[in-house]
């Protein structure tokens, strides 16, 4: 129902201003401080997202997430030093996430002899999981097909909104503090811009590990003198490297084995409290689902 | 050793096996064996790379690699598709088939065997060019299915469809239509007669059923095959894989079942196994829970929903690898 609503919203919202298909083509960035685009930046807020497009949510903090008790219990078995494994270090930021992470995006259009677009590609996310938007009503592929970081996407214009589905992801995350996703998610989008802005909406979908659908928008703005590809560092190990994509798959912690797997066991995640005790909330609150989205919420807690 | 004293070991050695499992069958026939997932009978071909095309849909993953000496074939898929396999091979290449492996002993990996074996074919070298394909196995694999029999005593498989060539060194290595190719034996995973096999080259391995990404690890306690020998099967495959830049593509590992996968895919599934592991470790070994109490502990909870399926339920993988962590299997 939510969903259904949200959607609405959307279309309805697109309609009223643009009744035809928008450019989305161009260099886009997310806004930030420091970042003088005209004043545009000043208009939007740099809170919620601050922290996920620099190092990172804090662990435990799963408020707002409708998972289940299957991503909790994996949310909770997740320790951050798997990262620094060299099987998970060059890991991209899965479709299920990439817009809310690290990303100055760079649109391209396929034309055909009309002119008309056959296809997007969405490049810039974090390590590049470059996406194409197909447009030319192709199927998604067999059910036998890899599965990638920016999984298989097919999109129509609706109303000066641009819709796609995504489907064929990875294994991967929708919080970068270790909420997963499974490789049957599905990830509906949402792409509107208005004037200099462009607003990104996603639906994931996850018949494993969510319980309603998770929700997400952020906005970028346009850049005229376009991104620049080297504009943030991979990894501290690549200083020095102007290559985005580049990352060397290296071990950044001590293993006591040649094939480690950091991991939590049940009841023993150290952190679970700790963001809960500096924001001022029950513990469970942290621990999500999906009544933990809902204004009315507050007001639980406060009874 | 001569050829004569060598079968004779061999056979010597086979005999004192069969007795070892007749004196273990009554404590086998209680375990578990595991069931492959439901065939959907819809064939699909999708080219891999390289030289390389998986053949999907009719039982468990079938690989072809083909090109100008002919085509090599790993698994059979499952009884009762022979002739859309077989026409499916044809359409990808119209060389003869020369070489077959199975990957184990598990029914959607044989069950093409016998009607491959008859079609014109054979190897590329030595006595047997030309006069049938050569169809190559861990020795394991040719024992069970040269030993095995019904209730009635009558024979399970065929003849025809046991492996010609019952490899027992630990990797068995080979080149064909120009590439290398890597046989290597996956000890005691989902049996004891596993083998994944690695074609250099098209950079594609192949893994059997030690890895499907459709289902918990299948484990076949009565063959041999043992939780942990998974775990390291999954390990050695990882030290075969090289991902492509950012974790993607690269080699591409074809799973016993399930879609086309590569080494992150790879990496997701064997850390499951690790993190289930350790839960059952603590669960079973240091707190010394009986099995109705792993259960109710919920030690695969994360993975039930996307693994657990009716043929192959997670308490079923906790009834199989119990024993394991108790040291009785």
Redesign the interface.
Known sequence: MIKRLFCLAILGQAFSVHAQEADIVGSWNQPAPGLSLGGVAALFGFIEDAIERADGPPVVDFLGIPLNEEALSRALAYDSALLGVPEHVCMRHPSQYSYWGPAQLRIAAQLDYNLDAISYTIGGTFRRADRTIWLDGRDHPSEYAPHTWAGFTTGHWENGTLITTTTHLKWGWIRRNGVPSSDQATVTTYYQRNGDVLTITWFVDDPHYLTDTYIKSVDFIVTPRGISTASFTVEAADTGSDVFSQCLNRAEIFRPELHYVPHYLPGENPFIGEWAEEIGVPVEATLGGAETAYPEYKEQLQE | MTPYTLRLFKTIQSASLALILCMGATSLSAQIVPTEPPISGEL?V?HVQGNVW?I??VGG?IVVQASEQGVFVVDTGANGFSEEVIAAIAKISDRPIRYLVNTSIAAQHIGGNAEMAGLTGGSTRGAERGVRINAIAQENVLFRMSVGRNSDGERIYPQLAWPTDGYYEPQRGQIFNGEAIDIIHMPNAYSDGDSIVYFRGSNVLVSGDVFS?TSLPMIDYAKGGSFQGVISAL?RM?DITI?D?????GT?VIPGH????????L??Y??MT??VR??LQ?LIIEEGLSLEQVKE??PV??????YGRPEWTVDMFLEAVYNEFQGKN
């Not at chain 2, 830049?245 to 593509?249: K, N, P, Q, R, V």
């Not at chain 2, 909870?301 to 996307?306: N, P, Q």
């Open positions: 699909e999708l998986l999907a849909g993953n990404n390990d990882l991902s830049d950012l974790a993607e593509g591409y399930g879609y086309i996968s590569d080494e992150a895919d990496v997701e064997r850390d690790y993190i350790d839960r603590r502990a919920q909870l994360g993975w039930e929903s996307r």
